[in-house]
T-cell receptor, first 109, second 116 residues
Framework: GIQVEQSPPDLILQEGANSTLRCNFS?????LQWFHQNPWGQLINLFYIPSGTKQNGRLSATTVATERYSLLYISSSQTTDSGVYFC???????????FGSGTQLTVLP | DSGVTQTPKHLITATGQRVTLRCSPR?????VYWYQQSLDQGLQFLIQYYNGEERAKGNILERFSAQQFPDLHSELNLSSLELGDSALYFCASSPRLGQLSGNTIYFGEGSWLTVV
């Protein structure tokens, strides 16, 4: 099956700093989503981005489908950004998502 | 709020028992997915239903089963529970193909299962 690799596995930032999270995938995809899992376990949709670039406030994402990677940018990080960020993809004609192992982000005050 | 509703939010049960987790998808969504998140296995796809029919199967144990009812809600049945089944179980739903929202999959808040 498709492989999804996220880096870095852990990231510690000072409040106000910027960061870039990366997701590499091993095959062509029809869906790519970024999620934020907060400390209460909720999975929050950040972006649906199988290709192109999107922005939502301090967050933006870019997917280069031909090169099989996606990037999530977090600017001016806040303590509430802490949690685990997951990249998930659907390969080929499948609709179910395959998740990466996540990036654990900790933002210090 | 994603619009996907899961009950119960928390459940503690003993080994060997059987539990049922319930999911109501977003209004109008025909696809329902079940995922398991455990510390050692990460987030794993279990099974997908589309309009009442099983569409795809992932790493679902034989002790687990699911169904989707005519009103589109779904239930995940976990039987002969073991300590290792302790996990966060997510339900998700997605719109029918061709809709403007594309293939976006929306997750519920999850059901925390603890087997003691």
């Amino acid at each position: 099956g498709i492989q999804v690799e996220q880096s870095p596995p852990d990231l510690i930032l000072q409040e106000g700093a910027n960061s870039t999270l990366r997701c590499n995938f091993s095959d062509s995809v029809n869906n790519l989503q970024w999620f934020h899992q907060n400390p209460w376990g909720q999975l929050i949709n950040l972006f649906y981005i199988p290709s192109g670039t999107k922005q939502n406030g301090r967050l933006s994402a870019t997917t280069v489908a031909t090169e099989r990677y996606s990037l999530l940018y977090i600017s001016s990080s806040q303590t509430t950004d802490s949690g685990v960020y997951f990249c998930a993809v659907s390969p080929g004609s499948a609709r179910q998502l395959t998740f990466g192992s996540g990036t654990q982000l900790t933002v210090l005050p | 709020d994603s619009g996907v509703t899961q009950t119960p939010k928390h459940l503690i049960t003993a080994t060997g028992q059987r539990v049922t987790l319930r999911c109501s998808p977003r209004s109008g969504d025909l696809s329902v997915y079940w995922y398991q998140q455990s510390l050692d296995q990460g987030l794993q796809f279990l099974i997908q239903y589309y309009n009442g029919e099983e569409r795809a199967k992932g790493n679902i144990l034989e002790r687990f089963s699911a169904q989707q009812f005519p009103d589109l809600h779904s239930e995940l049945n976990l039987s002969s529970l073991e300590l290792g089944d302790s996990a966060l179980y997510f339900c998700a739903s997605s719109p029918r193909l061709g809709q403007l929202s594309g293939n976006t999959i929306y997750f519920g808040e999850g059901s925390w299962l603890t087997v003691v």
